[in-house]
């Protein structure tokens, strides 16, 4: 039996869902620069949301020349510790920036010491002040590659899954161990996870949990299309049956699945993006198509200048607005491309509109881009607002929220406090009707209120909007419209 708590509890849930936002397609368009890394495939890596880092990799069998530690800053590539001095070459480590120690961390890897089938099991950190520092855990997990990535869990560390492993002196195996660095030791959080190697694996902050797709659970394949969960706070992976299986363009396909797809969780939309991967085909050619989870389903969200590719490496970082991935394998050849991914912006919907005395449902929504590099142009509007009233909208930087308004009001608070007032209003239209609008211009707003909540801004900051008017006849005399969401972008 529920209670009212409980009641209250299950639509706050529902009241906080963001609405999915409409697919968006965009290509993956090859950078033209006048520096590229070396050719190769099966790097490393990372993001500290300002720059993209990349490490390691492979040309066949040859690991040796990779040693360099590189980073792009969105228009050129700056190599940061020349070769030799670095924790060795290696392909398929895991990388990931510890945000809590703001630290590059690596570990194991192929063809460690330029040898091809050597499994590193050392630990390093790189930082711009230190440099390169081997670390010396009391417990380590076995060497091994081909885990599908590396990433930061906030409160629990650096953390990776499965991959092809070999302990010392002991025979190979593919893992189902879920493993997390903590900046001084690496913790076994759980071997109940799903048995997989050479797959993709992100982090999706909205909802404090990593997604595993696709690898394979043997040597040899097939390529899989399954996509699990990793509860962080249960310490649970469980499978997600979902009713689109992603799969390769290549003809002669001859089921759905991929192996080692590029990946990364794009913080606007909240989806989990891949793309190519090697499917089910006779041939070694990859695919060249984009997929994005939602939680529930993929959709095909492919552009079809978007080149194949498998075996590379991608990361979304915030200061751009925009992912990137870097060398990879491209029609049976390494490559030393980069790749953009330039997802057209999208503000979110979300929360409940309270319904006004005249029956009135606010509705709001933007148009522009919330761009910091403009003073305008970014406008915030809700419509459906009761006529003649006064109003305005507000807005904050703590995220997202549903609490009841007042007792027996239909309207929720649903901006995370403090907030901030914008400019008061009249809402225009006819009294008694549904035809008044409130809108203001966010950017114009800031700009012109340098003490405003949250100046100065940065790129990838999250805002809240919501709009507040008069209706005297409602509870508290007052009701409220949905809440929007966006990011803001350079």
Known sequence: MLTRTHTFALAAFSLLSLQPATAQVAPWNQLSLALNPATRERPATATDGNVLYLYGGQNNTTTSTFASLMAFDGVSWTTLTPTGASCGPRASAVMAWDDARDKLVVFSGQGAGGVWGTLDTTTWEWDASSGWVQRFPATSPDGRWLVGGGVYVPGVGVAFHGGAATPSGGASYISNETWA????????????????????????????????????????????????????????????????????????????????????????????????????????????????????????????????????????????GKAFSATGNSSNAPRNWTLQHDVPVVSVIYCTAGTSTNGCVPSIGATGSPSLAA?????????????????????????????????????????????????????????????????????????????????????????DAQAWYRDPPAVKTTNLSNALEFTLVP
């Open 375 to 463: 003073s305008s142009g970014f406008v915030i509007a809700v419509a459906n607002v009761e006529g003649q009233k006064q109003g305005l909208i507000f807005y904050g930087l703590s995220g997202p929220t549903a609490l009841p308004w007042a007792a027996g009001s239909t309207s929720f608070f649903c901006v995370k406090s403090p907030t901030q007032r914008m400019g008061a209003q009249l809402s225009g239209g006819t009294t008694g009707a549904c035809d008044g609008n409130l809108s203001q211009d966010w950017l114009a707003f800031v700009a012109a209120n340098p003490g405003a909540l949250g100046a100065p801004y940065s790129v990838g900051q999250v805002v």
């Open 181 to 320: 660095w903590n900046g001084t030791n690496w913790n076994l959080l759980t071997n109940a996870g799903p048995t997989i190697q050479n797959g993709a694996l992100v982090y999706r902050s909205a909802t404090n949990d990593l997604v595993y797709f696709g690898g394979t659970s043997t040597s040899s394949g097939p390529a899989l299309a399954t996509t699990y969960r990793y509860d962080v706070a249960a310490n649970t992976w469980t499978q997600v049956v979902t009713a689109t299986l992603p799969t390769s363009d290549v003809v002669g396909a001859t089921g759905p699945g991929l192996m080692s797809p590029s990946a990364y969780y794009h913080p606007i939309t909240r989806k989990v993006v891949i793309h190519g991967g090697q499917g089910n085909h006779p041939n070694t050619t990859s695919s060249k198509l984009t997929w994005e989870f939602d939680g529930v389903d993929w959709t095909d969200v492919s552009h079809p200048s978007s080149p194949n590719i498998r075996n590379s490496s991608a990361q979304w970082v915030a200061a751009l």
